[in-house]
């Protein structure tokens, strides 16, 4: 797919590139989208949180930390 970009962002994906952090510029534009999905899913779960607390899906702080010490093993000698 050949695109056009506007002048401010090739100007940003050609300094990645220059830069050495990116080998491509393909691969700015790679991370970039999937920058902007993790964002996605980051909103959709704090919609989905919202939703929970408005509909009175909530758990005590206790209850939470006693299951995050069970599942997570760094956290036991807390």
């Not at 990645?16 to 989208?33: N, T």
């Amino acid at each position: 797919m050949a695109m056009e970009l506007p002048e401010p962002v090739e100007r940003i994906v050609k300094q990645k590139v220059a830069s050495g952090e990116y080998a491509s510029e393909a691969d700015v534009l790679l991370q970039a989208i999937r920058s902007l999905q993790a964002q996605d899913e980051e909103v959709a779960a704090i919609e989905e949180g919202i939703a929970d607390l408005r509909a009175g899906r909530t758990q005590r702080f206790e209850e939470v930390q006693a299951e995050l010490r069970r599942e997570l093993p760094f956290l036991k000698d807390e």
